[in-house]
């Protein structure tokens, strides 16, 4: 059977075939690597014990704003034993993919969706995104 399905195909054919498969996975590991990965989903009554900023935290945020300043995340790092590199935290909206601009882009748009309500959603993502958000993890 391979026999036939060889005498169809040139050489050059199969090879071509073969480097593009290669270069399909490839791409598609890389993308994978580059999106959010979440660490960690924890309740807004159990970050107000960790962190009981939160509570003004939330009171002067406007609606559409859902990114959790960088102190408070740290502080649930710290207490969750995660690391700090990389990470943002999210209100009440679970990210499932981000696209950059370009191949090559540092910035893109993150997708989300509604989460649970009251819950606070951490991911860490790609140290090549370091410069998407600015010091207080707020989204530029």
């Not at 050059?12 to 498969?21: M, V």
């Not at 993919?97 to 969706?113: A, C, V």
Request: charged share 20%; hydrophobic share 35%; net charge neutral.
């Amino acid at each position: 059977m391979l026999h036939k399905i060889l005498m169809i195909f040139s050489k050059k054919q199969i090879i071509i075939s073969i480097l593009l498969l290669f270069v399909n996975i490839w791409l598609w590991l890389y993308l994978n690597t580059l999106q959010p990965r979440l660490l960690c989903e924890i309740s807004f009554d159990e970050v107000k014990t960790i962190a009981p900023e939160i509570e003004k935290w939330e009171k002067s945020k406007p609606n559409h704003y859902f990114f959790i300043p960088s102190d408070i995340i740290n502080k649930i790092c710290q207490k969750k034993g995660l690391s700090l590199n990389n990470v943002f935290g999210i209100y009440e909206r679970e990210v499932y993919n981000f696209s950059p601009f370009s191949f090559y882009s540092n910035d893109g748009i993150i997708q989300y969706s509604y989460g649970k309500e009251n819950h606070i959603y951490i991911y860490s993502y790609h140290q090549r995104y370091s410069d998407f958000y600015d010091d207080n993890n707020d989204y530029k």
